[in-house]
């Protein structure tokens, strides 16, 4: 009987090859013969999947967005749930690159983001994973606008550019620290953030 391969997770799993060599190595590592090592299968194997170098990180581009994008469609802000700086800090928080894992999934956007610069194709899957992160924040921040949980005199698209260039300069900065530095002061940042966009003090008045 013919051995059942399980077509979608292998590609998955290629894909996540791809994503460990890149958080080493940069993009510049990737190619089919060290994803497929990497992937403990035959460079046949992945060249069955994805013919050229560009298919696979195409695919694999494309499968780090569905996963950023899954993370913001975790916004819970609304009637019967959190409240919108409740809910915006533990999406932040979230979004935050706190262990190994993130830290690496933040490396390999950083060698992504590079690629869009000169990728078309990359560009545009980018500007449809802005579209869907301006989304889920304009319904939460016209939530807060509903609930007068925006700062005073607040614009909401400049709240929503804020927190977009916030979660950007999260990913970048944790693209370039070193293994184990603090996230201390994203942490700090991200309240701050969540301060500036209620109109809340970002500290405990003193006693």
């Known amino acids: 009987m013919p051995k059942y391969v399980d077509k979608d997770a292998r590609r998955r799993g290629v894909a996540a090859a ?4 890149a958080a080493r190595e940069g993009l510049e ?17 992945v060249q069955r999947d994805f013919p050229t170098k560009d298919e696979l990180l195409a695919f694999a581009f494309h499968d780090a967005v569905d996963a950023v994008a899954e993370r913001f469609s975790r916004i ?28 690496a999934q933040a490396r390999v956007w950083a060698a992504f983001y590079a690629r869009a610069a000169v990728v078309p194709d990359f560009a545009r899957t980018l500007a449809d994973l ?27 698209e400049e709240a929503v550019e804020l927190l977009l260039v916030l ?6 900065t944790a693209a370039r620290r070193p293994p184990g530095a ?4 994203q942490r700090a940042a991200v309240d701050a953030a969540v ?3 209620t109109g809340a003090s970002s500290r405990e008045p003193r006693r």
């Open 195 to 197: 301060a500036a966009v």
């Open 167 to 172: 979660v950007d300069g999260m990913w970048l």
């Open 130 to 156: 802005d579209g869907l992160s301006r989304t889920a924040l304009r319904a939460a921040v016209g939530y807060a606008v509903e609930q007068g949980e925006l700062a005073p005199g607040l614009d909401p």
């Open 76 to 103: 819970r802000i609304g009637p019967g749930r959190a409240g919108f700086a409740e809910g915006l800090r533990a999406v932040l928080l979230d979004l935050l690159p706190v262990d190994d894992e993130r830290r």
């Open 18 to 21: 791809l994503r460990r060599i």
């Open 29 to 45: 590592g990737v190619s089919i013969r060290t994803v497929a090592a990497e992937a403990g299968i035959s460079a046949g194997a």
């Open 182 to 185: 603090s996230v201390d002061p």
